[in-house]
């Protein structure tokens, strides 16, 4: 299984995720898919660390229907259904989805493919709950109003949409900016601010219920984010990750 390579969206030039990229023509092949569901499976500190907070903001609860907005390999909507709830995982790849159940295999959990930005067949006010997990950074700002809109209309009257995404302020996003000690995935194209992922959500109808920056799994590293992300405006640099939970 984890052999299988794993493609966001497909194009022409099949460059693999170190390839060249130009926006939404990417591709992940086998290290993309290796180190995601890889690390899923092997419950790594940045697993840890990221599985930590989706249960602090989705708080899946056993009968909840949650959907899962761009689930990839599926990690996100099996750990939420694990909890009991029943989960729908969506992506627009076939492949991400083919994979996804390929590795899980739950009664309460199922894939499809679809567009966050275009829900076809997802019924309004159908969900209590939607999670987008590492997701809108490998969107545009065009794609994220319209994935906020369908998370409004499917979620039920009171549902909440949680939202995970890397802090492009934080100081190792600036090193990968300028691939210095660090590489920057390409196809973080779409890197958002916390105003611009909260504001988004407001524009839409949510009230945001929760919004955080979260510090990182590097050890050592993270004991300084642990006292610096609280110094008001200076701390913006040392959240690691932006976690959002709005409400409708």
Not at 71 to 82: E, L, N, P, Q, V
Not at 205 to 228: D, P, T
């Amino acid at each position: 299984m984890l052999k299988e390579a794993f493609c966001i969206r497909e194009s022409e030039d099949k460059v693999g995720w170190r390839g060249k990229f130009k926006e939404g023509e990417f591709e992940y092949s086998q290290p993309f898919f290796d180190d995601m569901l890889g690390a899923y499976i092997r419950n790594d500190p940045w697993t840890r660390l990221r599985l930590g907070h989706i249960k602090r903001l989705v708080q899946p609860k056993r009968g909840e229907s949650i959907i899962d907005l761009g689930c990839a390999a599926g990690a996100i909507s099996h750990f939420c259904s694990t909890f009991g709830a029943n989960v729908l995982g969506v992506d627009l790849s076939k492949r991400a989805i083919d994979v996804a159940k390929k590795a899980f295999t739950q009664k309460n959990l199922s894939f499809a493919v679809k567009s966050v930005s275009k829900l076809s067949g997802v019924r309004d006010n159908s969900f209590d709950k939607a999670v987008s997990a590492d997701l809108v950074e490998h969107i545009s700002q065009e794609d994220y109003e319209k994935m906020c809109a369908e998370a409004f209309r499917v979620l039920k009257k009171g549902g909440t949409v949680s939202i995970y995404t890397p802090n492009p302020l934080h100081l190792i996003e600036k090193l990968k900016k300028y691939n210095f000690i660090l590489k920057q995935n390409p196809s973080h194209f779409g890197l958002k601010t916390m105003a611009e992922i909260t504001g988004t959500l407001e524009r839409h109808g949510f009230k945001i219920e929760l919004a955080y920056l979260a510090r990182s799994h590097f050890l050592v590293w993270n004991l300084l984010e642990a006292i610096l992300i609280h110094i008001p405006w200076f701390g913006q640099f040392f959240g690691y990750r932006i976690c959002v939970r709005a409400r409708k």
